[in-house]
T-cell receptor, first 113, second 119 residues
Framework: AQSVTQLGSHVSVSEGALVLLRCNYS??????LFWYVQYPNQGLQLLLK??????LVKGINGFEAEFKKSETSFHLTKPSAHMSDAAEYFC???????????FGGGTRVLVKP | DTGVSQDPRHKITKRGQNVTFRCDPISEHNRLYWYRQTLGQGPEFLTY????????KSRLLSDRFSAERPKGSFSTLEIQRTEQGDSAMYLCASSPTGQGTSGSPYEQYFGPGTRLTVT
């Protein structure tokens, strides 16, 4: 069974600083990988996805993630945090020909002025 | 494209009551999913439909839970004899089948969720 681990349930960054959110997956076959963002009392919005094309993926709001097969990782970064980035971020995987997303536990980002 | 919608957004019920939630997917999407998210956790898969057929159910979906998608469009999730442990956000998502130019079946679009509180 596949699983997703997000290191750090809470991350605090200063406005303008680098945002780095870590995600590692366990899967016998490289899956498709996703990052979603969730604002309070809202559903999930897709930030970006890796589907076996380029390993460096750019998403919305200035976020990007790099798929590293050797490290089974898909870390999310943003060079300069903005106050509006305060939210909870979820990494998720799905197997090719699979139907369900498996999510990590989430990382809540706090942005300090 | 109006996105995935869910109704109601919030539901407070007493233990033992039945509740029903509705999800309207993106109109051209054939696949529909239900997830449950408890406080401080990531969403967990409950069940999945392709058109009107329910193709997969999680072991999380106890006998008290039932989901339907009778005409292959909107879906309902019913919880009978609610328990306090059912308190959670119930999320619906939809995706295309991936045939033709309908988009990737792996890209799921989520609704705003229904937050259930069982007192």
């Amino acid at each position: 069974a596949q699983s997703v681990t997000q290191l750090g349930s809470h991350v605090s960054v200063s406005e303008g600083a680098l945002v780095l959110l870590r995600c590692n997956y366990s899967s016998s076959v490289p899956p498709y990988l996703f990052w979603y963002v969730q604002y309070p009392n809202q559903g999930l919005q897709l930030l970006l996805k890796y589907t076996s094309a380029a390993t460096l993926v750019k998403g919305i709001n200035g976020f990007e993630a790099e798929f590293k097969k050797s490290e089974t990782s898909f870390h999310l970064t943003k060079p300069s945090a903005h106050m509006s980035d305060a939210a909870e971020y979820f990494c998720a995987v799905i197997q090719a020909a699979g139907n369900k997303l498996t999510f990590g536990g989430g990382t809540r980002v706090l942005v300090k002025p | 494209d109006t996105g995935v919608s869910q109704d109601p957004r919030h539901k407070i019920t007493k233990r033992g009551q039945n509740v029903t939630f509705r999800c309207d997917p993106i109109s051209e999407h054939n696949r529909l999913y239900w997830y449950r998210q408890t406080l401080g956790q990531g969403p967990e898969f409950l069940t999945y439909f392709q058109n009107e057929a329910q193709l997969e159910k999680s072991r999380l979906l106890s006998d008290r839970f039932s989901a339907e998608r009778p005409k292959g469009s909107f879906s309902t999730l019913e919880i009978q004899r609610t328990e306090q442990g059912d308190s959670a956000m119930y999320l619906c998502a939809s995706s295309p089948t991936g045939q033709g130019t309908s988009g990737s079946p792996y890209e799921q679009y989520f609704g705003p969720g229904t937050r259930l509180t069982v007192t």
